[in-house]
């Protein structure tokens, strides 16, 4: 087994936490929980609407990714959070689901919660893995 590194990155949005970005060992690849931040001007208000949330957390998601030369079809699984599941869970699946192909997408939990960092109203992390001649453009 080899020693885990720890990511961070300065094109990622800015840490809420004390967290790294992304731990990586033996190609497996945690990314944390990212919020609905803008990455370049965190002093920016969240979106509004569970939609715009959605696509900033992914898009957020997806810096981490290309930074580690990696990309959505390296993803096997997630989890989502949400501070208002019945309400969200619909519109927030729409927005999801338009990230991966309709065959590939990966496993996943979602669960409902009480409240998110900075008054969020959705979470994500990936659960990402490295394979033999994939690589990320």
Same mark, same amino acid.
């Given at each position: ?5 720890? +990511? ?6 800015? +840490? ?6 992304? %731990? &990586? ?6 990314l ?11 002093? !920016?208000p ?12 992914m &898009? ?25 599941? !019945?309400?969200? /869970? ?5 927005? /999801? !689901? ?11 939990t979602? %669960?409902? %919660? ?12 990936? %659960?990402? !893995? ?8």
């Open positions: 087994m080899t020693v885990p590194v720890f +990511h961070n990155f300065s094109s990622a949005p800015t +840490h809420v936490a004390p967290f790294s970005h992304a %731990v &990586e060992c033996d190609g497996w690849v945690q944390t929980g990212q919020m609905p931040t803008d990455p370049v001007d965190d002093t !920016k969240l979106p509004d609407d569970i939609q715009a949330q959605t696509r900033r957390v &898009e957020n998601l997806i810096i981490i990714l290309n930074e580690m030369q990696l990309g959505l079809e390296n993803v096997l699984s997630t989890r989502v959070f949400l501070t208002n599941f !019945k309400r969200d /869970y619909e519109p927030m699946n729409n927005v /999801y !689901k338009s990230y991966f192909p309709q065959d590939r997408l990966p496993a996943r979602c %669960v409902g %919660v009480t409240d998110l960092a900075l008054g969020a109203l959705v979470e994500i992390d990936m %659960v990402a !893995k490295r394979f033999e001649g994939l690589t990320h453009a």
